[in-house]
């Protein structure tokens, strides 16, 4: 792949959280009843970014979960015919809280189905929002971002690479044009 141009740096990425900590605050009229659960991989960093922010602004620590959605995806069995399981972590109940999910790439939304599936498995939320660092279009659903860091409109030729200190050392996002050999 072939690097088109680097779309945020640390700081951007940090100004995009704390924003999309003040609008969630704000749609939900504080944080009673609220959670933060990140999609893995890199939604986990990110939520936990969230919930820093949100303590921050509001002085009260949100409960966070960890969404594994592996066994819920509809292209599972184009990836392996032995999925991996990492495990899902979420150490309270959903029942009638405001949940959001957390994921760092929304694309074609299939991501966001499965993640769905997933929550509505464990119980019956009051209301699933769904926050992304970017949203680059594409939807082959209809699934739409509540808040978002960044709208990057892309082609499908493109790839859009979101790099978090936690797993890859630096914090930045990136487009990738595909080189066809």
Known sequence: MKLKAQIMDEISVERAIVRIAHQIIEK?????????????????????RLVTAIQSIE????EMGKL???????D?????????L??????FSIVNKNVILVDDVIFTGRTVR???DAIMALGRPATIQLAALIDRGH???????DYVGKNIPTSKA???????????????VRLYEKVLN
């Open 28 to 48: 939900n009229h504080g944080v009673d009843d609220l959670c933060i659960i990140g999609i893995k991989t890199r939604g986990i960093p990110l939520a936990s």
């Open 59 to 62: 002085g009260v620590q949100v």
């Open 68 to 74: 594994d959605i592996s066994l819920y995806r509809d």
């Open 76 to 84: 599972i069995s184009n990836m392996s015919d032995d999925p991996v």
């Open 86 to 91: 990492n495990s899902t972590d979420i150490p």
């Open 114 to 116: 499965a993640a769905m």
């Open 139 to 145: 939807r082959e659903l209809p699934i739409r971002t």
């Open 158 to 172: 493109e790839v859009v690479s979101v790099h978090l200190k936690e797993y890859d050392g630096d914090t930045s």
